[in-house]
């Protein structure tokens, strides 16, 4: 079983930055970050494995989010630069066993979520 819990959303205003962090109690070989809005598919934003050696980010966040690990704290980040109103939706952290981190529906291991709110 795998608990994730997720701090540091919030509002910012357009090209400003927030970190997101997930904390996590038990082992998962994959990581990620998801988003959702209302009335839509929620949508993976970013991946990372055990070590931290493979990343995937979906490209309406490559260049701009940064996803890292430190497994010595069980902790997951996201860094958010050059926010964009797009930006605006319900981050979720999520966990999967299985070693496929760029497979966004095998994930089964979710956090409640946090609000992150872009504003122009």
């Known amino acids: 079983q795998v608990q994730l819990v997720e701090s540091g959303g919030g509002s910012v205003q357009a090209g400003g930055s927030l970190r997101l962090s997930c904390a996590a109690s038990?082992?998962?070989?994959?990581m990620g970050w998801f988003r959702q809005v209302p009335g839509k598919k929620r949508e993976g934003v970013a991946s990372?494995?055990?070590?931290?050696?493979?990343?995937y980010a979906s490209d309406s966040v490559k260049g701009r989010f940064t996803i890292s690990r430190d497994n010595a704290k069980n902790t997951m980040y996201l860094q958010m630069n050059s926010l964009k109103t797009e930006d605006t939706a319900t981050y979720y952290c999520?966990?999967?066993?299985?070693?496929?981190?760029?497979?966004?529906?095998?994930?089964?291991?979710w956090g409640q979520g946090t609000q992150v709110t872009v504003s122009s």
């Open positions: 999520a966990a999967v066993k299985i070693p496929f981190c760029a497979e966004w529906d095998t994930y089964n291991y």
């Open positions: 038990g082992y998962a070989n994959c």
């Open positions: 990372i494995s055990v070590g931290g050696a493979t990343t």
